[in-house]
């Protein structure tokens, strides 16, 4: 069993949870190319490359670190008889939280109390009404993508007194609490009821660029743009176009295209934007609760059982 990221302490945790399976770790591209030779089980995301394959004679399983698996190729891999397997839900918790954490701060403006902080400015109370922070009680969310992230981001809105409208394509199979649900074709007519746009989705053709030009001109002024999903499913063209002009009243972004994000980019000086490093998924329980679901799905091979958790092939 080998596992390949740059960050995350997998190998050490599987030594203190005394896995039983030989294991190791590698921390780049070019090293866990000379390891993965040895392979039976690959648990990787970022550090993938198709190059991989040709080296991994021995590779049976596949455990995606992250819930997207656009990287792999898939019918090389099926060729192959290659088991891919998602981390689909693993950080579901720690997303949700995030997501509901900026919707707060974007509501309370604690992007700009933070700002004021560091200029060491104690802002004085706001007239115009229309300019102070608010509560988000009776406020709508738009959740596109209602899997575990949407699904347990509804109940935290619930619970703040929202009021929330899913968007899936299966709109009887969710695990989310919602006023209404709407199949995605219909989403630039849900955009212009929205307070708080949340982007859980996953990155598809038909989430790709799913927020554009058209999708921002269907949006409040007073709106905000949440997303914890792809950075592909925003059009970062049209997102700089409506801060800039105010078409909407800002945004949250955890994911861009390119990462990380150039120095040079404007959307470092955009006050009414939150930016997150990719972090949102983020948690000391990560690598705890990954092994659990690798170790689940490896006793299932040795049973020789058909179905495995979070299974793409």
């Keep these: 069993m080998h596992f390949a990221h740059p960050t995350y302490q997998f190998s050490n945790t599987a030594s203190t949870r005394k896995v039983g399976l ?15 030779a040895k392979a039976d089980v690959l648990v990787i995301s970022g550090l993938w490359s198709n190059e991989l394959l040709n080296h991994a004679g021995n590779l049976r399983y596949i455990q995606s ?9 898939l019918d090389e891999l099926q060729k192959r008889s290659i088991h891919l397997c998602t981390a689909s839900g693993v950080n579901a918790d720690a997303v949700s939280h995030h997501a509901m954490g900026l919707v707060l701060s974007l509501s309370r403006h604690f992007h700009l109390a933070r700002d004021n902080q560091i200029k060491h400015n104690w802002r004085p109370w706001i007239s115009d009404q229309s300019l102070r922070e608010d509560d988000l009680c009776q406020k709508t969310m738009l959740i596109v993508g209602l899997g575990e992230i949407g699904s347990r981001l509804s109940r935290l809105a619930k619970a703040f007194g929202m009021k929330v409208i899913g968007v899936k394509n299966e709109v009887k199979a969710h695990k989310g609490v919602v006023d209404e649900i709407y199949r995605p074709e219909k989403i630039n007519d849900l955009l212009e009821m929205a307070d708080f746009i949340v982007l859980c989705c996953p990155l598809t053709e038909r989430t790709e660029n799913l927020i554009d030009v058209e999708a921002f001109s269907k949006m409040r002024p007073s709106s905000y743009l949440i997303n914890v999903a792809r950075g592909g499913c ?5 997102l700089l176009a409506a801060l800039a002009e105010g078409q909407i009243a800002g945004a949250a972004i955890d994911h861009f295209r390119e990462e990380p994000l150039s120095p040079a980019s404007p959307f470092w000086q955009i006050q009414n934007l939150i930016i997150t490093p990719h972090s949102a ?7 705890g609760k990954l092994i659990d679901l690798l170790l689940e799905n490896i006793s299932r091979l040795y049973a020789k059982e058909m179905e495995l958790i979070n299974q793409v092939l």
């Design 234 to 238: 925003v059009e970062e063209g049209a």
């Design 281 to 287: 998924g983020e948690t000391a329980k990560y690598e």
């Design 65 to 73: 670190i992250s819930a997207g698996y656009e990287q792999f190729p």
């Design 22 to 36: 030989e294991h190791s770790q590698t921390w780049n591209r070019s090293d866990t190319l000379s390891h993965v």
